[in-house]
């Protein structure tokens, strides 16, 4: 329900790809995780959650 989200308005698709991250890391699909975060972040970079989303984005980047 989140991917039809990606394809309207940009608050609406910065917060479906923070839940998109959410659930590609729960999933164990770390590149797809990051991806979503980048998204993210780049969506809306001032956002309350955006400094949130940077650490987990870091952490999986260190992750081995």
Request: hydrophobic share 45%.
């Amino acid at each position: 329900h989140l991917a039809p989200a990606l394809a309207l308005d940009e608050p609406k698709a910065a917060r479906a790809h923070l839940g998109l991250a959410q659930i590609a890391e729960q999933q164990g699909d770390r590149e797809r995780a990051l991806q979503h975060l980048d998204a993210y972040v780049a969506i809306a970079p001032n956002a309350p959650d955006a400094e949130a989303a940077r650490r987990l984005a870091t952490r999986l980047r260190n992750e081995n």
